[in-house]
């Protein structure tokens, strides 16, 4: 079935590095992909979105990367700040209705 | 505020009693969302409304829940005869009619004892 999933559940790094957070999906046909960061007790907060007739995004201090060769996505974070630390979620949204979900990687910053 | 707004934001409940849930989408948003999501895990994808119309049901939306949008602004989502298992957070999101962009509110997290 259509999955997103996540290489890494945990990532720590250090206050003003740069962190990277991967994704692979599974469906060729999605083309539409968004990430969502999750801070503790809240809802999932929009982050940036891609379409696959892009290979990079740039949005603040964010950029999003996708190799649709082989279905892979990630989040780079430049000069990662405490108030970074949360749960990041990519997403798939193949229909352009509902999105699919995998099971997240937590990203603590450290000082 | 003029984000998605859920109430109530937690619900605690005994099993076998019935539950309700409203969500306030973006104002000028077609769309509205359900999700479900348990701890650890990402939103799971219930329902779906475009304008007053329900366009699309998970298979994880048993016939002990049911969601509505009567109006086409806000929506209630009604758990009968709650169980155990229905514990999790209860996610409404928004978007616009291409169906991106989908904008979260803050949940309710349901506890069934």
């Known amino acids: 079935g259509e999955s997103v999933g996540l290489h890494l559940p945990t990532l720590s790094v250090q206050e003003g590095d740069n962190s990277i957070i991967n994704c692979a999906y599974s469906n060729s046909a999605s083309d539409y992909f968004i990430w969502y960061k999750q801070e503790s007790g809240k809802g999932p907060q929009f982050i940036i979105d891609?379409?696959?007739?892009?290979d990079k995004r740039q949005g603040q201090r964010v950029t999003v990367l996708l190799n649709k060769t082989v279905k892979h996505l990630s989040l780079q974070i430049a000069a990662t700040q405490p108030g970074d630390s949360a749960v990041y979620f990519c997403?798939?949204?193949?229909?352009?209705?509902?999105?699919?979900f995998g099971a997240g990687t937590r990203l603590a910053v450290h000082p | 505020d003029t984000g998605v707004s859920q109430n109530p934001r937690h619900k605690i409940t005994k099993r076998g009693q019935n539950v309700t849930f409203r969500c306030d989408p973006i104002s000028e948003h077609n769309r509205l969302y359900w999700y479900r999501q348990t701890l650890g895990q990402g939103p799971e994808f219930l329902t779906y409304?475009?304008?007053?119309?329900?366009?699309?049901k998970s298979r994880l939306l048993s016939d002990r829940f049911s969601a509505e949008r009567p109006k086409g602004s806000f929506s209630t989502l009604e758990i009968q005869r709650t169980e155990q298992g229905d514990s999790a957070m209860y996610l409404c999101a928004s978007s616009g009619d291409t169906g991106s962009e989908q904008y979260f509110g803050p949940g309710t997290r349901l506890t069934v004892t």
């Open positions: 997403a798939e949204n193949p229909y352009y209705n509902k999105l699919i």
């Open positions: 409304f475009q304008n007053e119309a329900q366009l699309e």
């Open positions: 891609i379409r696959s007739n892009m």
